[in-house]
């Protein structure tokens, strides 16, 4: 082989050599962007819904103890079980946004990019789902509250109110550790994010 074709062929391969590389550079590029992208789109729609859950609830109990004031007043009105149009909607809407909150997060579960953000989302799916179970009982605190109003008997009505404090208490616990371990998976996901980086920059 003459010296003209060795150099050629070795002109030829460093030019394939640079070529694979900056291939696997721009693979490299488009995992981080990718896990960045499932990371925080994640990430991002649990806070949310986390919010939507927290306002839902907030407008719950405002609607509780509108219905309280209304009984107290005489101004309800003949209702089925004592509770208002207002309540059940709230009370629908705050089911229905926990429920979803739990699905999300079960999915999230079993869909993590690690084994240590599969735990964190565990953990919320876990917290949320004992605030549910917090929430059914404080339906029907309110509406045996709202029934012992509706037939006169406020001091059982009151009673029932005042039992309202603790389980109220208990889903903002729940919610806080839900909050706590949301933040958890965003820092391991962060961490997640900086590891795939500083791999791709090896190449």
């Given at each position: 082989?003459?010296?003209?074709?060795?150099?050629?062929?070795?002109?030829?391969?460093?030019?394939?050599?640079?070529?694979?590389?900056?291939?696997?550079?721009?693979?490299?590029?488009?995992?981080?962007?990718?896990?960045?992208?499932?990371?925080?789109?994640?990430?991002?729609?649990f806070v949310r819904q986390l919010t939507d859950v927290q306002t839902a609830q907030h407008q719950l109990?405002?609607?509780?103890?509108?219905?309280?004031?209304?009984?107290?007043?005489?101004?309800?009105?003949?209702?089925?079980?004592?509770?208002?149009?207002?309540?059940?909607?709230?009370?629908?809407?705050?089911?229905?946004?926990?429920?979803?909150?739990?699905?999300?997060?079960?999915?999230?579960?079993?869909?993590?990019?690690?084994?240590?953000?599969?735990?964190?989302?565990?953990?919320?799916?876990?917290?949320?789902?004992?605030?549910?179970?917090?929430?059914?009982?404080?339906?029907?605190?309110?509406?045996?509250?709202?029934?012992?109003?509706?037939?006169?008997?406020?001091?059982?009505?009151?009673?029932?109110?005042?039992?309202?404090?603790?389980?109220?208490?208990?889903?903002?616990?729940?919610?806080?550790?839900?909050?706590?371990?949301l933040d958890q998976a965003i820092e391991l996901g962060q961490r997640r994010v900086d590891t795939v980086y500083q791999q791709s920059r090896l190449f």
């Amino acid at each position: 082989m003459s010296i003209a074709n060795r150099i050629l062929l070795g002109f030829i391969a460093v030019i394939v050599l640079v070529i694979a590389l900056g291939a696997l550079g721009l693979s490299q590029i488009g995992e981080v962007r990718s896990e960045t992208s499932r990371i925080v789109t994640r990430d991002l729609a649990f806070v949310r819904q986390l919010t939507d859950v927290q306002t839902a609830q907030h407008q719950l109990e405002a609607a509780t103890e509108a219905d309280f004031a209304d009984h107290a007043m005489g101004v309800m009105g003949p209702t089925a079980d004592g509770a208002s149009a207002d309540w059940r909607r709230a009370e629908a809407t705050a089911i229905q946004s926990l429920d979803q909150a739990i699905t999300q997060a079960t999915n999230y579960q079993a869909t993590a990019i690690t084994s240590d953000r599969a735990k964190a989302w565990g953990e919320i799916s876990q917290s949320l789902t004992r605030a549910r179970a917090i929430l059914t009982d404080l339906r029907q605190r309110d509406l045996v509250a709202f029934q012992a109003m509706a037939r006169g008997d406020m001091t059982a009505g009151q009673s029932q109110r005042e039992s309202l404090l603790g389980p109220r208490a208990a889903f903002q616990q729940e919610m806080a550790r839900a909050s706590a371990s949301l933040d958890q998976a965003i820092e391991l996901g962060q961490r997640r994010v900086d590891t795939v980086y500083q791999q791709s920059r090896l190449f």
